[in-house]
């Protein structure tokens, strides 16, 4: 399944990575340092030099790999992107709906719970600039018309309920677990074990499914 959220603006066009290891060095203790700011202190509040000291590095070398902070800031959502969009209900290994709805459920939890952090800086980041916004939509429309395709293929299957639009139930179903993510590693809501969390949330697409 492939719930979700995001894709942004790619790295800057006059910006190429770099070639040396030592900047490669440098621009990954940029990266790390970035993260590590953001997550304690927001993305607002947060300055270059914060950055940069967190980093080690010279204050004037962090505009040798980006332009600003907020570029940076999309190069670590960028970092997250494989594990998200690697959530798809495609399908598994055994051939079962079931089990790849389970899988990837699951993959998908485990992805969110590790960079929550990041996560819940981009929801905030959402609702103040359109910037973000329209990268949160963009996302959100990749895992949600990758659902929709495999909504369809189970329907032509006759494993799937025929009346259902495949891109409404996606839209409905992924929208439903990027927001229980949110609630529950963001926001803190109890929610019983990562297995429950995922059996719940495979109960309720496999009945609204009507998955066969």
């Known amino acids: ?15 190429a990575l770099p070639r040396s290891q030592r900047g490669r060095n440098t621009r990954a203790k940029l990266l790390t340092a970035a993260r590590t700011v953001f ?3 927001g993305f607002l509040d947060v300055k270059i030099t914060d950055i940069t000291a ?3 590095v010279a204050a004037g070398s962090f505009y040798t790999h980006f332009d600003g902070k907020e570029e940076i800031f999309r ?5 997250l992107r494989d594990d998200l969009l690697h959530s798809g209900i495609g399908g598994s290994h055994s051939g079962d709906p079931v089990d790849a709805i389970r899988q990837a459920t699951r ?12 996560m819940r800086i981009f929801e905030q980041m959402s609702a103040m600039d359109g910037v973000f916004r329209n990268a949160r939509l963009e996302r959100a429309k990749v895992f949600q018309d990758r659902n929709a395709r495999s909504i369809r293929r189970l329907q032509e ?29 963001n926001l803190g809501h109890e929610a019983g074990s990562l297995d429950e969390l995922t ?5 309720i697409w496999v009945r609204s499914l ?3």
């Open 1 to 15: 399944m492939v719930y979700q959220e995001n894709d942004t603006a790619g790295r800057s066009a006059d910006k």
């Open 39 to 41: 997550e304690r202190d």
């Open 54 to 56: 967190e980093a080690g």
């Open 75 to 79: 190069e670590l959502l960028d970092g």
């Open 107 to 118: 993959r998908y939890f485990v992805s969110y719970r590790d960079n929550a952090g990041l």
């Open 157 to 185: 299957q006759g494993r799937a309920d025929a009346e259902l639009s495949p891109e409404l139930a996606s839209l409905a179903l992924s929208s439903m677990v990027s927001r229980l993510a949110h609630v529950v590693f």
């Open 199 to 203: 059996d719940t949330v495979v109960t």
């Open 210 to 212: 009507e998955i066969r």
